[in-house]
């Protein structure tokens, strides 16, 4: 079982819908990175949480500790949300620094 | 700020020829990391440096890859000799210790024939 989970693994979305993409993680990660990367492109980090929720522009993430799941929700979806998001987790680790640990990412796709 | 800065963007050479991956973090931060990209893989870790001194290099491939941070602004990624299956995309990223916020460079994309 992979450490940091992600569902959807695709998504298509009419402009203008209400996106969710979830991300769930196993003990020992203690936060969660939120990174946008387009299609050739490089890789944007959107959050950094490790307990409530953040919000930037039309950008909401959320973290349930207790539960091990994070989500990232996009209000007001655009064309130029496409692009794969990914979910990292920060798990520290015996050399004493947070490693990454990438999801699979969620490939989203808004259509006109 | 300029942000992480890799050069080239683009690679592309031949089978057993060697192969040079250039970074510089943002100004200001102490830890540097090298990622893969692979369609089959995601991302994965490479090396991590902290000060300058490599901390974790369990996800260096093998004894063809090679890195090295001479001082708090420039990285290289080494790959010598290169294969056809090291083609993939190699992102650095750099933070500081404090929030663990990775920024990430552009990346280059490398194709070896």
């Known amino acids: 079982k992979n450490e940091v989970e992600q569902s959807p693994q695709n998504l298509t979305a009419q402009e203008g819908e209400f996106i969710t993409i979830n991300c769930s993680y196993s003990?020992?990660?203690?936060?969660l990175h939120w990174l946008q990367q387009h299609p050739g492109g490089g890789i944007v980090s959107l959050f950094m949480?490790?307990?409530g929720k953040k919000k930037h522009g039309r950008l909401i993430a959320t973290i349930n500790i207790q539960e091990k799941h994070s989500s990232l929700h996009i209000t007001a979806s655009h064309p130029r949300d496409s692009a794969v998001y990914i979910c990292?987790?920060?798990?520290?680790?015996?050399?004493?620094?947070?490693?990454?640990?990438f999801g699979p990412g969620t490939s989203l796709s808004v259509i006109p | 700020d300029a942000g992480v800065i890799q050069s080239p963007r683009h690679e592309v050479t031949e089978m057993g020829q060697e192969v040079t991956l250039r970074c510089k973090p943002i100004?200001?931060?102490?830890?540097l990391f090298w990622y893969r990209q692979t369609m089959m893989r995601g991302l994965e870790l490479l090396i991590y440096?902290?000060?300058?001194?490599?901390?974790?290099d369990s996800g260096m491939p093998e004894d063809r890859f090679s890195a090295k941070m001479p001082n708090a602004s420039f990285s290289t990624l080494k790959i010598q000799p290169s294969e056809p299956r090291d083609s993939a995309v190699y992102f650095c990223?750099?933070?500081?210790?404090?929030?663990?916020?990775?920024?990430f460079g552009p990346g280059t994309r490398l194709t070896v024939l």
């Open positions: 990223a750099s933070t500081t210790n404090r929030n663990n916020e990775q920024f």
């Open positions: 003990v020992g990660i203690s936060a």
């Open positions: 949480l490790s307990s």
């Open positions: 990292a987790g920060l798990k520290w680790t015996k050399t004493s620094y947070d490693k990454v640990i």
């Open positions: 100004s200001g931060h102490n830890s």
């Open positions: 440096f902290n000060n300058n001194v490599p901390i974790d």
